[in-house]
């Protein structure tokens, strides 16, 4: 008798779990049905910048692949000039923690640098040494000596060869670098040259279309 109630126990048991995980796999769909639009539009361009942003931080409350969604809304950020938002952004993403894929790298290099655009030097130049200081990554800790001035931008580039991510990753941010010590001419110079990697399918590709543009309108 005890073993014919603990059988039915188990059996409601089991379709109690049942009910439930169809339950959340009915509101996950519902909830992809719902965000599938907005995802439509990330393909989409736009006349208005704005527009973008505003598409990543709506898949952003919905928690929709966050770890992909930041570094893009991070760069559209900063692309806009809005640098205290992108830096949000920045510490929120890097604070997910993970592995130093090309992202975490690349958004951990640009933490100091929009602190440097915000004209907070100091802070900066503390935030780039504590990067250098545990970037076990060659290439990147390699572009962090360049801007400290360890390294030669010269001897990068030679470095990189015909690595067109590297040229793209070392230009792009030797041009913020540029920017924020306030050489105008040297940042475009850097950029143009970020573009010459021809690889249009990176954020920090756009990034660098989008600052050319940016500080061609104030010649």
Known sequence: MESDTKKADHRKAQEAFSIKQQKQYSEKVNEQEKLFPIILKLGQQFENAEEKRNILKQLLKKNYKTGKILPRLIYHSAMAELWSEALVYARQFLGMGGRDNLDRLSIGLLVPQLLDMMGKKDEAGVELKKYHERTRDPW?????????????????????GTHPENLLTLYMHLGLWAEGSGDREKAIQYYKQALESYMDNRIEYAFAIARINQLKKRS
């Open 140 to 160: 990147y800790r390699s572009i962090s000596e360049c801007i400290i001035g360890e390294k030669t931008e010269p001897s990068l580039k030679e470095k990189a």
